[in-house]
């Protein structure tokens, strides 16, 4: 049973450009959210995909974009990268209207901007 | 809006013992879940032990045990017999649940364990 995977591991960038990270969530889940995990930070949500729509988000800029495939997969795209967008972004799934159980976290994108 | 609080940066124990790692929280939801998670240097995020807050019992799950104080807003892990694998960094999370949330999860800031031999 393969859990999130999340790709590439690591990415460096220069600012101003534009970076795409993907997610593939959990075996079974539907739901797919992306936080953004500065160094040591705790993570800050940044949106959540449910039925390929954006449910919900944080308080992240309009350069923070997303979209939700139809196998439930997910990207996050990030334009005009900025220094302060170096940090480590984390995917995370579940499965809609079980709010009680947890949410499953691949192991991350780090982005470095330069 | 909701708030998880983690007093402790960094907490030191010798490994068998017992630690306890503080999270108070802050919410007007009245139906809401907590989680602690632990991330090891490698990154990934490994949930723990879950408390719902209308459980009547703290919750347990092997050598973690959750000390739930709802009137203080309180929400402790405890880690007994601590063991050299321990030593990551520790999150206290909330979820809300019910109502038109879809159960996004505000983190706390962390608290750095470190078992010493």
């Known amino acids: 049973d393969a859990g999130v995977t999340q790709s590439p591991t690591h990415l460096i960038k220069t600012r101003g450009q534009q970076v795409t990270l993907r997610c593939s969530p959990k075996?079974?889940?539907?739901?797919v959210s992306w936080y953004q995990q500065a160094l040591g930070q705790g993570p800050q949500f940044i949106f959540q995909?449910?039925?390929?729509?954006?449910?919900q988000r944080g308080n992240f800029p309009d350069r923070f974009s997303g979209h939700q495939f139809p196998n439930y997969s997910s990207e996050l795209n990030v334009n005009a990268l900025l220094l302060g967008d170096s940090a480590l972004y984390l995917c995370?799934?579940?499965?809609?209207?079980?709010?009680?159980?947890?949410?499953?976290f691949g192991n991350g994108t780090r982005l470095t901007v330069t | 809006a909701q708030k998880i609080t983690q007093t402790q940066p960094g907490m030191f124990v010798q490994e068998k013992e017992a630690v306890t790692l503080d999270c108070t929280y802050d919410?007007?939801?009245?139906?809401?879940?907590l989680f602690w998670y632990k991330q090891p240097s490698s990154g990934e995020m490994i949930f723990l032990i879950y408390?719902?807050?209308?459980?009547?019992q703290n919750a347990t799950e092997g050598r973690y045990s959750l000390n739930f104080q709802k009137a203080r807003k309180s929400a402790n892990l405890v880690i007994s017999a601590s063991q050299l694998g321990d030593s990551a960094m520790y999150f206290c999370?909330?979820?809300?649940?019910?109502?038109?949330?879809?159960?996004?999860?505000?983190f706390g800031q962390g608290t750095i364990l470190t078992v010493h031999p």
């Open positions: 995370a799934s579940s499965l809609a209207g079980f709010n009680n159980s947890p949410l499953h």
């Open positions: 075996s079974g889940h539907d739901t």
């Open positions: 995909y449910y039925e390929e729509e954006e449910r």
């Open positions: 919410t007007s939801d009245q139906s809401y879940g």
């Open positions: 408390q719902g807050s209308y459980d009547e």
């Open positions: 999370a909330m979820r809300e649940v019910g109502g038109t949330s879809y159960g996004k999860l505000t």
